[in-house]
């Protein structure tokens, strides 16, 4: 692969080419802040902030505002919040209307990322999107609207019963941190996020020293950094301005509580109990990038090895009961901590906890065997290989790693490490991932059974 | 004002064009593609029923035992030593399919095979797996595992209730069009439980063996490699089907609306369907014109519907609009509170009704025209993904769409993009006028509760 650019700008932004072969390039602007973050620093004040659970994703949804080019141009760039503003316009419309292929945003746990594909007119697009990240336009009437479409998109996730068990499980799971709540927030809290909340997040966490801009494909870096340095200069952006100081959340390695079982969800939509459970394992993200990484990786291997298509564990699992057609399993993590979860469909919770959690001490104490380990590291890196295959994916995986270790380029260096981890090594990381403490099961079981 | 052609995308357009072969009787469709990533085949089985009611009940037996074979075979035993093996021979397990359109169906295998001599060994080391699974799967010799997946089919009847929106377009299918979609659930269940193992093994024995063969291909392979490496698939599966039928049917029409439907389920959002059915069949042209016309309506952000429904009024979350060449009619689905009901309805009337008397300025529709030809450079799939046109996979779906399932125009998408590029806002409304009838629509919802 040809070479991997960075540079950061005067004003901290940090900027990446990756190139990728495709008529395509794919625009990636990011901010760690996502669902997990609801206390901060103030770098001015030194004070210590609370949000309301679901204020990354509200704000991901309102910045896309853009004022009607009456408004005049160029605005005086400080955010502006007029009571109300007609004839609004929207940055997705903007840039499909420039020849954009696909435009969108997203909210996920430690990361809110604008995104556009474009195979024409790249740079004009950054320009647009620039604009609307970085000089938010919030009129009052449009901004407290908005809560009445994110209550929508709320009540159509939970009524996805396996969205309400994964919501659940993080209630369960968590204490004191900001993941044990939706990153879209509740209806309560989605209706308490005030435009001041709002104005204080984007003036502290879209400050360009806090961001990153990720281009997967074909652009001139030389080009790219003076039109983005130019236009955050016409921002009155164009200065270093202290990033936020993340605060550790001090979550504890143990779950709040083993299970539900005595209280369990009850839904009228499906027709067996279904169990989704699973291990927290917390991560510190101060240590060395390697080291982090490694133990991501880890998680993924153990997946893999004990419940991942294919093991010879879950071969075994499914042979004493486990319901073949509905056992799933799946590794996701943040910037500081992984979750490793299985689910299916069954008639005795009871003992689909005892199988999970009894091969999973199993593997602690004894190992995982070297040929499962293997098994698990070319299932890795075929699914390694498949992602670099869709340029969307390949670069949501840059920009996740991007949040996570402070690189997207880590991600790269994460396959390396997949095929350089020993046994040793990751047996020893799994007894650390999979102790009984860590684990939590939610059990949903059907209306009137 | 009319779309301007682009050389560049007349280019990257013409990339994705497939030139026709008639091999040792299977018709192959092949395309050069140079991208990152797998090349993609899909191996087709077509066949014509005497009725719809006919490949809807092979359709089901058929789908019964693809999942069966999941079970695993002599050698590989289990779902996991099956998927285990294909790891190890460096391929992904083969997606294997149907896909039916009234009394067409087709039984398809997808496959993804790396490039260069890894992709060849790959191939060759999968073959035999492959082979195994479609020839001598435990399905077809053991009563257990018969007895196995007949339970699991079973609780996969049962388990629909849990996706609320795909629930709702079955039912709605299965209501206006029972001749075509009469196995509903109760059915459904009824024809699985009653089922014995020699009944799968004939439904899909008779229907490969009835069927027309096809093989779609795009990546770096030759058309003299596809035939080395991936035709002797065929020669497994004596195939005596002839062209016809790869003619696609006619489209259905919807009945003459009643009032609106509810069907009781277990969603507590309200999940809507309007259909509007076209006037008349369109001309494979004038559904382009139709698809610009739609996207005004309702496709994505700078669309009627978000706009208007979303946006001004906070009343959905999602709303999209389709043309469904299949059932000719423009077909609206969105999820909501039960509350909302009457709004959803009269809006999505109003707002149909304006684009229907083309009722929209030069600039909408522009911008509608403008976005349609930028989206025919690529897809984004079902789970969200953006596909260029570049890559393999896009260029095999469409490829099958076009000369299977007639889900897009029977033409490349060059010509489609320089037709798109023809187009007026007089000649939009002109068509909308022509086809869009704002005064028949049929209103379906399905929700734990009625609208109000």
Avoid at chain 1, 391 to 419: C, M, R
Avoid at chain 2, 213 to 219: A, D, K, N, T
Avoid at chain 2, 225 to 236: D, G, H, I, R
Avoid at chain 2, 410 to 429: C, G, H, Q, V, W
Wanted: glycine share 6%.
């Amino acid at each position: 692969m040809a070479e991997v650019q960075h540079r950061k700008l005067k004003s901290g932004l940090n900027l990446y080419v990756v190139p990728y072969n495709s008529p395509f390039t794919y625009f990636q602007l990011f901010t760690p802040f996502g669902g997990n973050v609801l206390r901060y620093r103030d770098p001015k004040t030194g004070k210590e902030v609370n949000l309301q659970p679901g204020s990354a994703h509200y704000f991901e949804h309102v910045l896309f505002i853009v004022p009607p080019e009456s408004y005049g141009k160029p605005l005086e760039w400080a955010t502006n919040t007029p009571d109300t503003c007609p004839n609004l316009r929207d940055g997705i419309t903007l840039l499909q209307n420039n020849r954009a292929n696909d435009v969108n945003g997203y909210t996920s746990t430690d990361i809110t990322n604008y995104v556009f594909m474009s195979r024409v007119n790249q740079l004009e697009n950054l320009a647009i999107m620039l604009q609307y990240v970085f000089c938010p336009f919030l009129p009052k009437d449009r901004f407290a609207e908005e809560a009445e479409t994110i209550s929508k998109e709320a009540g159509m996730l939970a009524d996805k019963i396996r969205r309400k068990q994964l919501y659940q499980w993080a209630a369960q799971a968590f204490h004191q941190h900001g993941a044990r709540f939706p990153i879209i927030g509740t209806e309560e809290s989605i209706r308490a996020i005030s435009l001041e909340d709002v104005l204080s997040m984007h003036s502290t966490f879209y400050t360009p020293s806090n961001m990153t801009l990720l281009v997967t494909g074909q652009v001139d870096m030389d080009k790219l950094a003076e039109m983005v340095q130019t236009t955050l200069d016409s921002f009155g952006k164009g200065h270093y301005v202290q990033p936020p100081q993340m605060i550790l959340q001090d979550e504890p390695r143990a779950v709040v509580v083993p299970d539900n079982f005595n209280d369990p969800i009850v839904r009228e939509d499906i027709d067996r109990p279904k169990v989704l459970a699973g291990w927290k394992y917390m991560l510190d993200p101060t240590i060395d990038i390697k080291d982090l990484i490694r133990r991501k990786l880890a998680v993924q291997f153990v997946g893999s090895a004990l419940f991942g298509n294919g093991s010879r564990n879950r071969e075994r699992l499914v042979k004493e009961g486990i319901d073949d057609r509905t056992f799933g399993s799946g590794a996701s993590d943040s910037r500081d901590y992984s979750d490793l979860y299985v689910m299916a469909d069954t008639d005795d919770p009871e003992r689909f906890r005892k199988l999970v959690l009894d091969s999973a001490v199993q593997a602690a104490e004894r190992g995982l065997p070297a040929e499962e380990i293997d098994y698990a590291r070319l299932v890795m890196r075929k699914d390694a290989r498949a992602v670099r295959e869709v340029i969307f994916n390949f670069g949501y995986e840059l920009a996740t790693y991007g949040v996570q270790t402070g690189n997207p380029i880590n991600y790269l260096a994460s396959l390396e490490l997949l095929t350089q981890m020993s046994e040793a090594e990751i047996n020893a990381l799994a007894r650390e991932i999979l102790t009984p403490d860590s684990f939590t099961a939610v059990l949903a079981v059907p209306k009137g059974k | 004002m009319q779309g301007s052609l682009d050389s560049d995308v007349l280019t990257i357009l013409r990339e994705t064009e497939f030139s026709m072969h008639e091999t040792g009787g299977v018709r192959v469709f092949h395309n050069s593609a140079d991208s990152e990533g797998d090349q993609k085949a899909t191996l087709c089985f077509v066949k014509k029923y005497e009725t719809a009611e006919e490949a809807q009940r092979a359709e089901l037996l058929i789908d019964f035992y693809l999942r069966g074979l999941e079970k695993g075979t002599p050698k590989y035993a289990t779902a996991d030593a099956l998927y285990r093996a294909f790891t190890f021979a460096g391929i992904e397990r083969p997606r294997i399919y149907t896909s039916r359109i009234q009394n067409q169906l087709v039984l398809a295998i997808d496959l993804s095979i790396p490039q260069g001599a890894f992709g060849i060994t790959s191939l060759e080391q999968s073959s035999g797996i492959l082979e195994e699974l479609l020839t001598e799967p435990l399905i077809r010799t053991s009563g257990e595992v018969f007895a196995a997946a007949q339970q699991d089919e079973i609780n996969r009847v049962k388990a629909k209730k849990e996706m609320h929106n795909e629930r709702a377009l079955s039912l709605f299918y299965h209501h206006f069009f029972p001749s075509v979609f009469p196995f509903g659930e109760e059915k459904e269940m009824r024809l699985i439980s009653a089922s014995a193992k020699h009944d799968l093994s004939a439904a899909i024995d008779a229907h490969i063996s009835g069927s027309f063969p096809l093989l779609f291909f795009s990546g770096e392979f030759s058309v003299q490699e596809v035939a080395k490496y991936l035709l002797p698939f065929f020669e497994v599966y004596p195939c005596r089907g002839d062209r016809s039928a790869l003619v696609v049917p006619p489209p259905l029409q919807l009945p003459r609306p009643e009032s609106s439907v509810f069907v009781q389920g277990p969603s507590e959002e309200m999940q809507l369907l309007r259909a509007y059915p076209l006037a008349r069949v369109p001309s494979e042209e004038e559904r382009v014109a139709l698809e610009v016309i739609n996207y005004l309506l309702g496709v994505g952000w700078t669309s009627k519907f978000y706009k208007i429904i979303r946006d001004k009024h906070n009343l959905v979350y999602r709303i999209r609009s389709e043309v469904k060449s299949g059932s000719n009619q423009i077909l609206i689905t969105t999820g909501h509170k039960h509350t909302d009901y009457a709004r959803i309805v009269k809006l999505t009337g109003e707002i149909f009704t304006d684009i229907a008397r083309g009722n929209f300025t030069d600039d909408e529709i522009q911008q509608s025209l403008s976005e349609s030809m930028v989206d025919l450079e690529g897809d984004i799939d079902a789970s969200r993904e953006f596909r260029g046109c570049n890559q393999p996979g896009f260029r095999v779906t469409r490829e099958f769409q076009r000369r299977i399932t007639g889900q897009v125009p029977d033409f490349s998408l060059e010509r489609e993009y320089k037709l798109m590029a023809n187009l007026t806002p007089d000649r939009l409304r002109e068509v909308a006028r022509r086809y869009l009838n704002p005064n028949v629509s049929q209103v379906f919802t399905y929700c734990n509760k009625e609208g109000s």
